[in-house]
């Protein structure tokens, strides 16, 4: 009896074990998938920049999806898809519709006015998800990436990013700090320590 109970420990322990490796290996995973996806886009933005003399902001970056038991902001992450891929335009602020911009919804292919927009060429499948028939641009983890544009400064005024440019996030593994990110996260030079564990630009 003495014998079964130490085998049958020794199994719990190894299974333990591989559970707790497999764990880390996924997180480990989807840290490099939303690293290789942020440089991209921080590439794909510049492009951006240079085309069109500004950084894409969101049409509205209030919107919002459920993602397991948790709501995300999608908005940002809906306008990056776009203004990435070239496939459609009506999740960024513009100033004007555009006149041969092709299809104002994304519909997840290019036509070949739409293609000359590309920012982002051959944009991996799993950079982005279509959800209930909206696409985003996601994470490793699944999750929306989160962005915000930076606001022309003020004086006096609290800055609205920690960039002069634009802030690019991910929650990454997080599972408590995940609400979106407010003013008063910010503080020059510096943000809370809640968001020491996110993947980010600053």
Known sequence: MIELLVVITIIALLFALTIGGFTYAQKSAARSRTTAAMSAMKSALERYNNEFGEYPAPQNPGDTVAVGDKTYEVGAAAMLYQALSGDGYDNILLAQTPSNGGPASSDG?????????????????????????????????????????????????????????????????????????????????????ASQRWIKNW
């Open 109 to 193: 292919s290019l036509d070949e006015t739409e293609s000359k927009n590309v920012m982002l060429t051959d944009m991996p499948k799993e950079f982005y998800i279509n959800r209930d028939g909206r696409y985003y641009m996601t994470d490793g983890f699944g999750r929306p990436f989160q962005y915000v544009k930076a606001a022309p400064q003020v004086a006096g005024e609290q800055p609205t990013t920690v960039n002069s440019t634009y802030d690019l996030w991910s929650f990454g593994d997080d599972e408590e700090n995940t609400s979106a990110r407010s003013i008063d996260t910010i503080a020059p030079g510096a943000v809370k320590d």
